[in-house]
C-alpha cells in the first residue's frame, strides 16, 4: 500500500516544467532510504530527481516500467525505453559512480522471481518475471520455460535473478523405494527391479542397487518408478547436458 501511495502522489505532483528532457536509465538502480526516486532510476533526472516513484521495503523492489514511464513523463522527462524493458528492479545502497557511463552498454534483461518461494516450490508462470538489470548471471535462464515446472531447491527471495542452481526437477523416486529399470538395444529389450539408493528427478541419474546380485547400476530416471540404463540413458544425459549449457 506504501508503494501505491509514493505513487499516486507522484503522479499528482510531477509537473511539466522539465518537459522534453531526455535522461538515461542507470545500469545500477539502487535506492538508499527505501523511496526510490527518479533521480535513482535516471541519469540527467535534474530538478525532477526527488519526484517519488514506488517504495522499497524489503532488499528489492520490481517496478513496471510503463508506470515509470508515465511518472518521468509528467515530471517533464523523456524516457523513451529504447531497450524494451518490461520491469525494473531497484536495490537498497548507493549506485555505483560508474552507472552512468556504462548505462547505455549495462542494461540487459534478467528473469526475476516475481514472489518468494520457499523450498520444494514449484516454479509457476506467474512467479517469474523479466527485469533490467546491469548484467545477467553466467547461468541464468534465457527462457522462462526452463525453470517453469522446476522445483526450488531453496528458498528463493522475490526480486531475486533467477540462476540455473536455484531449481531442480521435480523429484519423482525416494530413496528406498523399489523401481524398474528398462535397457533397450538392437530390439532387445530387459528390464529388473531394484532398490533406489537416492532420491531424483526426470532426467537425473539414480544409483539403483539389483535386489538379488546387490549389484549398483547407474539408471536415468523417466518418471515415477521408472529408469533406464544403456543407449537410451545416454541420449538422456546428453539432452540433459546441452538443455543447461543452454542457459
Do not use: C
Amino acid at each position: 500500500m506504501r508503494a501505491l501511495a509514493i505513487l499516486a502522489a507522484a503522479l499528482l505532483v510531477a509537473g511539466p516544467a522539465l518537459a522534453g528532457q531526455a535522461v538515461t536509465l542507470k545500469a545500477d538502480t539502487a535506492d538508499a532510504d527505501g523511496v526510490v526516486t527518479l533521480g535513482d532510476l535516471f541519469d540527467g533526472a535534474g530538478a525532477a530527481a526527488n519526484v517519488p516513484v514506488a517504495a522499497r521495503q524489503g532488499a528489492t523492489v520490481t517496478i513496471d516500467a510503463l508506470a515509470v514511464q508515465g511518472v518521468a513523463r509528467r515530471a517533464g522527462l523523456d524516457w523513451p525505453n529504447s531497450e524494451g524493458l518490461r520491469t525494473i528492479v531497484v536495490h537498497a545502497g548507493v549506485a555505483s559512480p560508474q552507472a552512468g557511463a556504462s548505462a547505455g552498454r549495462g542494461n540487459v534483461e534478467v528473469l526475476t522471481y516475481a514472489r518468494s518461494l520457499s523450498a520444494g516450490e514449484i516454479v509457476q508462470p506467474s512467479d517469474v518475471v523479466w527485469a533490467k538489470a546491469a548484467a545477467a548471471p553466467a547461468d541464468g535462464p534465457s527462457d522462462a520455460d526452463q525453470v517453469i515446472g522446476q522445483v526450488a531447491k531453496r528458498a528463493l527471495r522475490a526480486g531475486a535473478v533467477v540462476m540455473a542452481r536455484d531449481v531442480g526437477s521435480a523429484q519423482v523416486i525416494k530413496k528406498g523405494e523399489i523401481v524398474t529399470v528398462t535397457y533397450e538395444n538392437g530390439g532387445i529389450s530387459l528390464a529388473l527391479q531394484g532398490l533406489a539408493m537416492a532420491t531424483a528427478g526426470v532426467g537425473e541419474t539414480l544409483p539403483v542397487q539389483n535386489t538379488l546380485s546387490k549389484k549398483v547400476v547407474q539408471s536415468v530416471v523417466t518418471g515415477p518408478g521408472q529408469a533406464v540404463v544403456g543407449p537410451q540413458a545416454d541420449e538422456l544425459k546428453l539432452s540433459r547436458s546441452l538443455r543447461y549449457a543452454a542457459r
